[in-house]
């Protein structure tokens, strides 16, 4: 029971701790179900360790009669598959957003730094300055399109969060491939802006022959090279 208690009680310090931590910056783009769901799993949290605290001082220990049994497969199956389940969609999604991706200072820290620099001209700091892209600018960024993109993104997440913390790293971080022009083409190809000064060429930068950066990377850097130190 003691060790249930710290477990549940653990989990409740993370969810507060983590709430205010990694918020939306706009309260217009607050997410009702992340919100609402985040104080479910915090008053799930606060029953587990209720139903925990009940049944030492009640039972002590012993199981007698149904009642221990239900306070027991509550305590011990309910609540933790419950936290376990909704606990893991919310930090899938708080994984996306920009001060998640600071939250790794030795190596992400400058990176964010430029990207909210109102003096920067790189490309992260005027697609986030700008509000191109409304939510989530890292992770929209460097997510391929579709149900597979989000997947391999995810996977490279948890490599990353592994290196970070087996100090396994290397400074300057460098991207394990070359930055793919659908990652550019998802939200720009045949944009009114866009067309008339890409169609005559789109062809090759849709077949990935000419890359974007090519030609964009030369006045607005990816990021500014103070970041990249």
């Known amino acids: 029971m003691g060790a249930m208690l710290r477990t549940h009680f653990l989990l409740l310090l993370g969810v507060i701790a983590a709430a205010p931590a990694y918020a939306q910056e706009s309260p217009f783009q607050q997410d009702p179900v992340e919100h609402y769901a985040g104080r479910f799993l915090t008053g799930v949290l606060i029953l587990g360790i209720g139903l925990v605290l009940y049944s030492m001082l009640r039972y002590r220990g012993r199981l007698a009669g149904p009642v221990s049994w239900v306070f027991l497969a509550v305590g011990v199956v309910v609540v933790p598959a419950t936290t376990v389940l909704l606990g893991t969609l919310l ?49 929209q ?48 190809a045949e944009s009114a802006k866009w067309k008339p000064i890409h169609d005559e060429f789109k062809a090759s930068l849709f077949s990935g022959e000419t890359k974007c950066l090519d030609c964009h990377g030369n006045d607005h850097p990816a990021h500014t090279l103070a970041a990249a130190r």
């Open 91 to 139: 930090v899938m999604e708080k994984a996306e957003q920009v001060d998640f991706c600071g939250s790794c200072h030795l190596t992400m820290k400058s990176y964010v730094d430029d990207l909210k620099d109102p003096n920067s001209h790189s490309l992260a700091a005027v697609h986030y300055q700008n509000k191109y892209i409304p939510t989530n600018q890292c992770y």
């Open 141 to 188: 960024c460097h997510t391929s399109y579709g149900m597979f993109g989000t997947v391999e993104a995810k996977l490279s997440g948890m490599i990353d969060v592994y290196k970070y913390y087996t100090r396994t790293f290397h400074i300057p971080i460098k991207m394990r491939s070359p930055y793919p022009n659908d990652d550019c083409l998802k939200c720009h």
